[in-house]
């Protein structure tokens, strides 16, 4: 099994940055990706970006230069750095890492509040 912890999330005024940390323990030989996906109040969960193993990096269109998914040497835990951040941000992020069972574990979530 994999367990999986964020951190990072908080208060940032628009134009600001924040960056995210998730960490995953356990199995981690099981490993196969890891990402960032995020609710908004009153909104379907979506996918910000994921980074395969091989280090390959997608991205949401929309986010696409603002967002940048990065991952430590040690492959267990990936890093969110938002830049230029808007209201429309606002959410809470959750991680997952996904693993060779084609499970995906999730984190409890971080909020990211981005006032105007």
């Known amino acids: 099994q994999v367990q999986v912890a964020e951190s990072g999330g908080g208060f940032v005024q628009s134009g600001g940055s924040l960056r995210l940390s998730c960490a995953a323990s356990?199995?981690?030989?099981?490993?196969?990706?890891m990402g960032w996906y995020r609710q908004a109040p009153g909104k379907e969960r979506e996918l910000v970006a994921i980074?395969?193993?091989?280090?390959?990096?997608s991205y949401a269109d929309s986010l696409k230069g603002r967002f940048t998914i990065s991952k430590h040497n040690t492959k267990t835990t990936v890093y969110l750095q938002m830049n230029d951040l808007k209201p429309e941000d606002t959410a809470v992020y959750y991680c997952?890492?996904?693993?060779?069972?084609?499970?995906?574990?999730w984190g409890q979530g971080t909020q990211v509040t981005v006032s105007s």
């Open positions: 997952v890492v996904a693993t060779t069972d084609d499970r995906g574990t």
């Open positions: 356990g199995t981690i030989s099981t490993i196969t990706a």
């Open positions: 980074i395969d193993d091989n280090g390959s990096a």
